[in-house]
């Protein structure tokens, strides 16, 4: 073998050494490009359902707001609704009212509550309060005529209240006071009434 042909073939050898190692290479970048690629679609894959998760969650927690807020405005338009209609019922009561005490059944009523309440107090000396308009009506004679009936001296208070009809009826000590006003009893109407209008609008009591 000649010299020339001795460096033919080392450099032979060399060549199939660095195309072998160039192929080892390529196939060991190949092997890791995929590795790569499998990972970030992997990943891609698990940040997609993760964001897919985040959004549901997300959704659902709006839609119970949502769902939640509406409960709660379908819940004071009821409550609204259920004021305004009792304040509609109460004004027509406090109109009722009004028009009774223009009557001539009012002054009945009047002397039936001023017997009714002097009764109850059981004492000989008793003053009653009224509003201007039934003071004029409860003349010196209608009181006589009244106390010797209940057989306990009657005397009209010389202030007058300001309320729509009824009375203030009350010992001289002022230690029994018994307060059969139209007003008072038409404050303590207020919640029967609220709970029969209940009853009749919504079938419920609150």
């Known amino acids: 073998m000649t010299v020339k042909d001795g460096l033919a073939a080392i ?5 199939g050494d660095v195309q072998k190692e160039a192929e080892a290479l390529i196939l060991a970048a190949e092997r890791e490009a995929k590795s790569i690629l499998k990972s970030a679609k ?5 940040n997609y359902r993760a964001k897919i998760a985040q959004a549901k969650l997300k959704a659902e927690a ?3 707001k949502i769902a939640s807020v509406a409960e709660v405005e379908l819940r004071n338009r009821l409550l609204q609704t259920k004021e305004d209609l009792f304040d509609a019922a109460f004004e027509k009561a406090l109109a009722q009212i009004k028009n009774f005490v223009e009557t001539d059944q009012y002054h009945d009523y009047l002397l039936k509550i001023i017997q009714s309440a002097a009764e109850r107090i059981g004492q000989k000396n008793l003053i ?3 509003n201007s308009k039934d003071k004029d009506r409860l003349t010196p ?4 005529r009244l106390s010797e009936k209940l057989h306990c001296e009657l005397q009209l208070a010389e202030k007058t209240g300001n309320y729509l009809g009824g009375c203030i ?3 001289e000590d ?3 006071i018994f307060d059969v006003t139209l007003d008072n009893r ?5 919640p029967v009434l609220r709970v029969e209008l209940s009853k009749i609008l919504f079938g419920e009591s609150e």
Do not use: N
Not at 11 to 15: F, L, M, N, S, T
Not at 42 to 46: C, G, I, R, S
Not at 141 to 144: E, I, Q, R, S
């Open 11 to 15: 450099a032979k050898d060399v060549v």
């Open 42 to 46: 992997e990943e891609a894959d698990q």
């Open 62 to 64: 709006e839609k119970r």
């Open 128 to 130: 009653i309060q009224v």
């Open 141 to 144: 004679d209608v009181l006589k």
């Open 169 to 171: 009826i009350q010992t």
């Open 174 to 176: 002022l230690r029994i």
């Open 186 to 190: 038409l404050l303590e109407l207020k």
